[in-house]
Nanobody
Framework: QVQLVESGGGLVQAGGSLTLSCAAS????????MGWYRQAPGKEREFVAA??????NYDDAVKDRFTISRDYAKNTVRLQMTNLKPEDTAVYFC????????WGQGTQVTVAP
């Protein structure tokens, strides 16, 4: 079992920045991808970004604005978000697929116009 705890969400003005962090309760294998997803009100959960060793992938909507990184020693994954837009407003979830499909409880990001 992997427990994930997200932090760093909040309220920010459009154009601002936030950094989300996700801490895993157990060691996540170096070759196991870690990712971020988000769910806006009334919408399905959608992929945001993922990191697999040194390879990163982003949804087109956040590419060039968001950066995902991972600290293997601390078992954390971080999402740096810049130039935030109102449409980025959502609950952001951390995800790991290691012996199961694990999700955190989510952290709310609200971007005011």
């Amino acid at each position: 079992q992997v427990q994930l705890v997200e932090s760093g969400g909040g309220l920010v003005q459009a154009g601002g920045s936030l950094t989300l962090s996700c801490a895993a309760s157990t060691r996540v294998g170096s070759f196991i991808p870690m990712g971020w997803y988000r769910q806006a009100p009334g919408k399905e959960r959608e992929f945001v970004a993922a990191i697999h060793v040194t390879t990163t992938n982003y949804d087109d909507a956040v590419k060039d604005r968001f950066t995902i990184s991972r600290d293997y020693a601390k078992n954390t994954v971080r999402l740096q978000m810049t130039n935030l837009k109102p449409e980025d407003t959502a609950v952001y979830f951390c995800n790991v697929k290691q012996g199961g499909d694990w999700w955190g409880q989510g952290t709310q990001v609200t971007v005011a116009p």
